[in-house]
């Protein structure tokens, strides 16, 4: 399935590398996040009251440290976050 995204890519990335930073941890290889066109979290306090519009986002390990996401087909590394996967 090709979907297109309207959220500028460099946006995603940068949200989904805060959120490895900021100490998110979970018991799967896959996160599913939503983001916002100003570059947080949907469910971020960050986030105006009138921000409505989001797209939702899975960065993925295959090891459980070195995470990646794709975005319109093309896969893009994050990083190596060997804390973010615990296998509880």
Known sequence: MNTTHQIPFIVVLDTARKLLEEGIISNSKIITFPVTNVGCAFFSNSVLM???????????????????????????????????????
């Open 50 to 88: 009138t921000e409505t519009t989001g797209e939702m986002h899975t960065m993925y390990t295959k090891d459980g440290k070195k995470w990646q996401i794709k975005i319109n087909d093309e896969v893009y590394f994050l990083g190596d976050y060997p804390k973010v996967y615990k296998k509880f």
